[in-house]
């Protein structure tokens, strides 16, 4: 079974616009962590927010915000007032506990477009 | 703020021949990690260490080898090079091994086997 699943392989936001990235993902280890990472087309890969099994809040970084539902095992990534820069490939991916390795495992990627 | 550095940026390689990428970790990182992208694909974890030894291992081929040196930089040697090599490889460094250690990505070795 695919560990992390993004449905959307495009989305386009209007700008200033807010918009929500889809990410669900299967795990039987109560410890883990879930991530997400921005490519843009230059190809680095940039860390934007991550949230951890065991918090209670959801995590907010900037303009960034991570929906974190635990039962539906979803952790969907918030991006508030879009902006032209936000265009780029979004990953989503998580990290289980020491004993299951190191290992970022990704989701296949959501492209986004904002539109001016 | 320093970041993980890379080089080279992008490599062009005949088939069979031999690759080296090299991985500056972030000041005081003492873990690498090191993924391969594939065109149009998500990255696929290869192989970490933590503290100079080698501390997991994915889907690294066997014609592939990598090491961290004592100044915590980490080098992946790639033999017999084949088409299928063609991918971007990066290198990502963590402060720890943690679960919740974030891993924080070098812009990528863009390798081309021709």
């Known amino acids: 079974a695919q560990k992390i699943t993004q449905t959307q392989p495009g989305m386009f936001v209007q700008e200033k616009e807010a918009v929500t990235l889809d990410c669900t993902y299967d795990?039987?280890?109560?410890?883990?962590?879930l991530f997400w990472y921005k490519q843009p087309s230059s190809g680095e890969m940039i860390f934007l927010i991550y949230q951890g099994s065991y918090d209670q809040q959801n995590a907010t970084e900037g303009r960034y915000s991570l929906n974190f539902q635990k039962a539906r095992k979803s952790a969907n990534l918030v991006i508030s007032a879009s902006q032209l820069g936000d265009s780029a490939m979004y990953f989503c991916a998580m990290r289980e506990g020491e004993e299951y390795g190191n290992k970022l495992v990704f989701g296949a990627g959501t492209i986004l477009r904002v539109k001016s | 703020a320093a970041g993980v550095i890379q080089s080279p940026r992008h490599l062009i390689k005949e088939k069979r021949e031999t690759a080296t990428l090299k991985c500056y970790p972030i000041?005081?990182?003492?873990?690498v990690y090191w993924y391969q992208q594939g065109p149009g694909q998500d990255p696929q974890f290869l192989i970490s260490f933590y503290e100079k030894m080698q501390s997991d291992k994915g889907s690294i081929p066997d014609r592939f080898s990598a090491q961290q040196f004592s100044d915590y930089h980490s080098e992946l040697n790639m033999s017999s090079l084949e088409l299928g090599d063609s991918a971007l490889y990066f290198c990502a460094s963590s402060l720890g091994l943690r679960t919740l250690d974030i891993q924080y990505f070098g812009a990528g070795t863009r390798l081309s086997v021709l």
């Open positions: 795990t039987s280890d109560p410890s883990y962590g």
């Open positions: 000041p005081r990182h003492d873990t």
